[in-house]
């Protein structure tokens, strides 16, 4: 049980450490803005927003465009605590309650969204859409989103984790050199490339359920 309560002392201290450090990095970078960038500062900035505006608008059409500040913020966090093994530290989406604290926070979006733009009445509609037969299906498969989520989002970072780990004890036996080297490419497909597949993955899977699940 105290092991229990380090990890997740330690998981909640390494999501607010990247909160706070994104946020300083952002604040310096975008205290000194001008109608024509000066600086890379302000033109990394502006990349980054227009990506994020764009892709949000191709994905989910112009009407749904203020969602591109949370989609943003979604993309640097995930992102962030995806690749905390690349400094030694266990990725907070390794550990099932935030993979499953996100999903919740994306089914929470999709259906306020939903409620919103519908009304009462136009949501519970859905749940009957195209057929009342469909039903139970409709409701399982709403109540399965969260599951879905965190469950695909937590397996594939964990499963990473756990390659690199063997690897490395694997290799605990051997050169230094050999023990820098060889786990080198293996730390960048699984630690950097999977850490941004992930967050792709996450973050267009909640753009599409908000969309879909408002339009039925």
């Not at 969602?67 to 099932?96: H, K």
């Not at 709403?142 to 937590?154: D, G, I, N």
Request: charged share 10%; proline share 4%.
């Amino acid at each position: 049980m105290e092991a229990l309560f380090k990890e997740i002392g330690s998981t909640v201290l390494q999501q607010w450490g990247i909160i706070i450090i994104v946020a300083i990095v952002l604040i310096l970078m975008t205290r000194n803005l001008s109608v024509v960038p000066k600086g890379k500062s302000q033109s990394i900035i502006e990349l980054f927003v227009e990506g994020i505006s764009n892709w949000t608008k191709n994905t989910m059409g112009d009407k749904y465009t203020g969602f591109a500040a949370y989609i943003g913020a979604l993309v640097l966090f995930l992102f962030f605590m995806n690749i905390t093994d690349l400094i030694g530290l266990r990725p907070p989406t390794a550990d099932y309650s935030v993979a499953l604290v996100l999903s919740l926070t994306t089914f929470l979006m999709v259906q306020i969204n939903a409620i919103i733009k519908n009304g009462g009445f136009g949501y519970l509609k859905g749940y009957i859409h195209p057929s009342p037969a469909l039903l139970p299906i409709n409701i399982l498969e709403r109540v399965m989103l969260p599951v879905t989520l965190s469950f695909r989002l937590f397996g594939n970072i964990t499963v990473g984790v756990v390659i690199v780990e063997l690897l490395l004890q694997a290799l605990g036996n051997l050169t230094w050199f050999a023990q820098l080297a060889i786990p080198v490419p293996f730390m960048a497909y699984f630690d950097l490339f999977d850490g941004f597949l992930q967050t792709f993955i996450f973050t267009i899977l909640t753009m599409i359920y908000i969309k879909m699940t408002a339009e039925e």
